[in-house]
């Protein structure tokens, strides 16, 4: 029996230069507060982890940035990129 | 001029929401215009709808991010194509971070700068440009209506143009400043509109203080300013 042949993309959103970021502000200030004062500056983000079916990463590269166009990133505050992080192989 | 014009409101109920009933009520009993539910999955604002209302809540868990994922919804789609076609929209709180995700508002909701939830009244004052939101109401006057979010931190698009602002946080006299701008928002904004006026984002919840007993009126005002613009002019087409 054939097995399923699946890519796993990785879309890293991160806040666009200049935007608000009071999540980071605050976690970059208590870093400093419990000693690590080496710290200038953390900007949060977040990732999503999208498992594909299929051997064509270009394809599925072209359809995850679809899917960022969509919904995942809002393109007023967030730049994204792309990973590939693991195949083309059989699904784990 | 006024008698037998039939304003229709809608509230939108996205899976999350929670104060599609509170709006329901205060359209139907308080302001006492007739209004229906509009389902998530609508594909259509029904015909003869004057003014669709997105009420707060947390659509779809707040995930993603507030207001992202029902912003996609068709129901959404059907409110653009109202909106283009000269409706009235309102989104309260989190349907003004819905409006703001689908892109018939500009700009973007953030948490707020202190990153707690804000559950208080506050002050906002009339701004200058023309809304039917804001229509009997005077440019520069103080209501008072609660607000009650995580996330009403406004930041205008990164392209810089600025957006029409119809209500800015202040104090109880009418004076703008950071003491009285419970989120952070540029230049204090709590209301917005779109360039046509016709769609208006708010964080205040004008439902909340629509009846006396609730400890005001002036939400009451907001809704009021639709409906007599609605008779005095939108029934005419705009």
New interface residues.
């Given amino acids: 029996m054939e097995r399923l042949i699946f890519v796993l993309m990785r879309v890293v959103v991160t806040l666009?230069p200049?935007?608000?970021d009071?999540?980071g502000a605050?976690i970059t200030d208590s870093l400093q507060r419990i000693g690590f004062a080496s710290v200038n500056r953390v900007t949060v983000g977040r990732h999503f982890d999208i498992e594909i079916p299929g051997r064509d990463e270009d394809r599925i590269r072209r359809e995850v940035e679809k899917m960022c166009e969509?919904?995942?990133v809002?393109p007023?505050?967030q730049d994204y990129h792309i990973e590939r992080i693991q195949g083309p192989q059989p699904a784990g | 001029m006024c008698g037998g014009v039939i304003v229709q409101f809608c509230v939108v109920t996205y899976p999350g929401s929670n104060c599609d009933r509170d709006c329901y009520y205060v359209i139907g009993e308080v302001l006492a215009e007739p209004v229906r539910y509009l389902r998530h999955w609508a594909e259509h604002v029904p015909r003869g709808t004057s003014c669709v209302v997105l009420p707060g809540g947390f659509s779809y868990g707040d995930y993603l991010r507030p207001g992202a994922i029902a912003a996609r919804m068709p129901v959404t789609g059907a409110i653009e194509d109202f909106a283009a076609g000269g409706g009235l929209v309102l989104g309260i709180c989190n349907g003004f971070q819905i409006l703001c995700e689908a892109g018939l508002l500009p700009g973007s909701l953030i948490v707020n700068d202190h990153l707690a939830f804000s559950c208080l009244p506050v002050h906002v004052r009339v701004e200058g440009d023309p809304s039917p939101f804001t229509h009997s109401l005077k440019q520069g006057e103080v209501l008072r209506m609660p607000i009650a979010h995580r996330d009403g931190n406004y930041r205008p698009p990164s392209d810089g143009a600025q957006p029409q602002v119809a209500l800015r946080y202040c104090s109880p006299a009418g004076e703008l400043g950071e003491d009285y701008n419970p989120n952070g928002s540029q230049y204090s904004t709590a209301a917005i509109t779109n360039e046509r006026g016709n769609v208006m984002g708010m964080m205040p919840h004008p439902e909340r203080c629509a009846e006396s007993i609730l400890g005001g009126e002036d939400g009451m005002r907001v809704l009021q300013s639709a409906v007599d613009w609605w008779k005095e002019v939108g029934s005419y087409g705009i």
């Fill in positions: 666009k200049g935007v608000q009071p999540e605050t969509s919904l995942l809002n007023v505050l």
